[in-house]
């Protein structure tokens, strides 16, 4: 049974960095069936999508065009997980965040018990 | 971006009525969609995805069907277990979308 276990702080400044990071049990981040995402949610936003990691003979990333440059996804493959870096946030970053394993035919089967991120100074 | 509207927003009925909630996609997504239940201080659980696909161990009272631009799920008959929010996503293209959600309660 894959799970996923998330990590990270909860408090985040203005201007700094997120970090999450999200470790997989049951099955590998080098999975050929697999694409390891990083959902947010927030009352103002909805749940919004914000990029993932897939291996497929060689590792591929997408991200949402308006984090793209400001967030990046990676996976580790020695540790059997994948993270989360958002950059410069500001308080509209505030939101709980998920993982989530996305299935070889577009669905979220399995997710994380999502992260709550405030960021305030 | 692919918009998903989903309406409506909330719904109060009673146990044992029928709850229709609709999707609908700016642009053509197929059968590309699923649905996720989400009860406070949860994560969404998925119910259906390629759009009519029930996930395994789902009850039978939830259903979806529909393609194209307009999607539906219906709850045939609401149980008191069946109160949460419910959220639709497109898989046809980056990035993937949700809709905004529907508040389901018993009245």
């Keep these: ?121 | 971006d692919i918009q998903m509207t989903q309406s409506p927003s909330s719904v109060s009925a009673n146990v044992g009525d029928r709850v229709t909630i609709t999707c609908q996609a700016s642009q053509g997504i197929h059968n590309y969609l699923n649905w996720y239940q989400q009860k406070p201080g949860e994560a969404p659980k998925l119910l259906i995805h390629d759009a009519s696909t029930l996930e395994t161990g789902v009850p039978s009272r939830f259903s979806g069907s529909g393609s194209g631009t307009v999607l539906t799920f219906t709850i045939s008959s609401l149980q008191r277990e069946d109160v949460g929010t419910y959220y639709c996503q497109q898989y046809e293209k980056l990035p993937l979308t949700f809709g905004g959600g529907t508040k389901v309660e018993i009245k």
């Design chain 1, 1 to 121: 049974q894959v799970q996923l276990q998330q990590s990270g702080p909860g408090l985040v400044r203005p201007a700094q960095s997120l970090s999450l990071t999200c470790g997989i049990s049951g099955d590998t981040v080098s999975s050929n069936s697999a694409a390891w995402n990083w959902i947010r949610q927030s009352p103002s936003r909805g749940l919004e999508w914000l990029g993932r990691t897939y291996y497929r003979s060689k590792w591929y990333y997408d991200y949402a065009a308006s984090l793209k440059g400001r967030m990046s996804v990676n996976p580790d493959t020695s540790k059997n997980q994948f993270s989360l870096q958002l950059n410069s946030v500001s308080p509209e970053d505030t939101a709980m965040y998920y993982c989530a394993r996305e299935e070889i035919t577009g669905e979220f089967r399995i997710w994380g018990r999502g992260t709550l991120v405030t960021v305030s100074s």
